[in-house]
Nanobody, 121 residues
Framework: QVQLVESGGGLVQPGGSLRLSCAAS????????MAWYRQAPGKQRELVAL???????NYADSVKGRFTISRDNAKNTVYLQMNSLKPEDTAVYYC???????????????WGQGTQVTVSS
C-alpha cells in the first residue's frame, strides 16, 4: 500500500513563505512525476507545479517566480517552497505522484490527504 503524507501547511501573512513536504512510503518500485495541486473553496482543483523524475519542472502561471518545486529521489519526497504568498494562494494543497508499486505493475496515480494553506493578515 502506498501512502503520501503532506506537512508544512499553516497560516501565514501576505508576503510570507511556507515550505510544503510530501513523503511517499510503502510499496514503491519507482516514481515518475510528482506534483502539487490546490483547491480553493468553490473552485476546481488546479495544478500548481510538477517535477519529473529527471528534474524537469512546470508551473502554473499564477505561481511562476514565487514557488519552487523540488524532490529528493532517495527519500521519495517532493517539496514546494512558496514565497511572496498572496491571499489568493489560500487553498488546500494536495500532493500527487505517479508511482509504480512493483516491477510487474503499471504506474498508478496516488494522492495525499491535503494540507491547508491560509494567507491572511
Amino acid at each position: 500500500q502506498v501512502q503520501l503524507v503532506e506537512s508544512g501547511g499553516g497560516l501565514v501573512q501576505p508576503g510570507g513563505s511556507l515550505r510544503l513536504s510530501c513523503a511517499a512510503s510503502g510499496s514503491i518500485f519507482s516514481i515518475n512525476v510528482m506534483a502539487w495541486y490546490r483547491q480553493a473553496p468553490g473552485k476546481q482543483r488546479e495544478l500548481v507545479a510538477l517535477i519529473t523524475s529527471g528534474g524537469n519542472t512546470n508551473y502554473a502561471d499564477s505561481v511562476k517566480g514565487r514557488f519552487t518545486i523540488s524532490r529528493d529521489n532517495a527519500k521519495n519526497t517532493v517539496y514546494l517552497q512558496m514565497n511572496s504568498l498572496k491571499p489568493e494562494d489560500t487553498a488546500v494543497y494536495y500532493c500527487n505522484a505517479y508511482i509504480r508499486p512493483e516491477p510487474g505493475l503499471g504506474y498508478r496515480d496516488y494522492w495525499g490527504q491535503g494540507t491547508q494553506v491560509t494567507v491572511s493578515s
